[in-house]
């Protein structure tokens, strides 16, 4: 990750909010979430299921429209109303990888096509062979056979279809990629073989990754930062060795304390933490979002920042 002072901000999430429904079905999914991701670096954000960590990624590749707030690629707003231009700028620059492999491959399209689908759009004018061309390169890239192409997504297995879904991301040469549990859905045996093929192409490729997930073992592993959020709102944001090492928030350390530990002996010793949010008193004294220390942030009230400070000291 870039130096402090350094670092380019590439993406810039603004106090965003976002609903679904209207009237008395109205249900706020996003609460005035703020954050930035530098380029170069993974970032992390993490939660249980139905915190919202999914709409936040599909919002930036607006795929979910906001409500509030804004969102800035490279300096530019690409929330809400935009310029046919910068939406291509978007498509091209934004990528998503998927959670689920199976369900985001089209199982009627033979891979070529499946891979090559957004350079219709980009280069509309690129030939017949230079796309195969790209399309094999793409899937060399990611660890397949250029034959493979020809195939459709059915014969292959789990792991294959996420790497051809990684593929089908690197064909349009992003620069940020949001993914989305991009291992959840995959065998254990083969998690670790697609983590470092995406960290591999990190490096090869100069890629920030937005990497949204739930298992905070695997987020240690990848990120150089990581957010911690709860029903829609970000409750705690630091480096990722300086969250694990020193956690603030009770639903933080409720998430850390859950880590399986390869150690039987351990695992058995391990004290589990509930997470209650009702024993925080905000009716009085409201959270504030604090920099605790230097890029450790916490959500807390006057009383909790003393704490944290304290237990900093």
């Known amino acids: 990750m870039p130096e402090m002072g350094k670092r380019e901000k590439l993406l810039e999430v603004r106090n965003i909010t976002v ?8 249900f706020t999914a996003i609460d005035d979430v703020s954050f930035d991701i530098y380029r170069g670096e ?3 954000l993490v939660g249980e299921s139905g915190s919202g960590k999914t709409t936040i990624g599909r919002a ?19 929330s809400g109303k935009i310029s046919s231009e910068t939406d291509k700028k978007v498509v091209k620059n934004i990528q998503m990888i998927f959670q689920d492999p199976m369900a985001s ?15 219709y759009n980009i280069r509309p004018d690129e030939a017949k062979e230079d796309r195969r061309r790209i399309v094999a390169q793409s899937l060399l890239d990611v660890g397949l056979l250029p034959e493979f192409a020809d195939r459709f997504p059915h014969e292959f297995s789990g792991g294959q279809r996420q790497r051809i879904g ?40 100069s890629l920030t990754y937005l990497f949204i997930a739930h298992d905070l073992s695997i987020v240690r592993f990848i990120t150089d930062r990581t957010a911690v959020i709860y029903r829609g709102k970000i409750v705690e ?6 969250l694990f090492a020193n956690p603030l928030h009770p639903y933080t350390k409720a998430l850390l304390s859950a880590i399986p530990q390869p150690d039987p002996e351990v695992e058995r010793r391990k004290r589990v933490f509930v997470y209650d949010s009702t024993s925080h008193d905000y009716a009085a004294d409201p959270p504030s979002w604090f920099e605790i220390e230097p890029e450790h942030f916490v959500s807390a009230n006057t009383k909790e920042k003393k704490e944290y400070e304290e237990m900093l000291k």
Do not use: H
């Open 60 to 78: 930036i590749i607006r795929i979910n429209e906001i409500s509030g707030g804004e969102i800035l690629f490279k300096g530019e707003r690409v």
């Open 19 to 26: 609903e679904f429904g209207s009237g008395k079905r109205k």
């Open 166 to 205: 990684i593929a089908r991301v690197m064909v349009m040469e992003p620069e940020l990629v949001i993914a989305d549990e991009p291992i959840s859905a995959l065998d254990v045996s083969i998690r670790a073989q697609v983590l470092n093929l995406m960290m591999t192409l990190q490096k090869t490729k």
């Open 105 to 119: 491959l089209n199982e009627r399209a033979k891979v070529d096509y499946i891979v090559s689908e957004g350079l």
């Open 237 to 242: 944001l630091a480096r990722t060795e300086k």
């Open 42 to 44: 993974i970032f992390g």
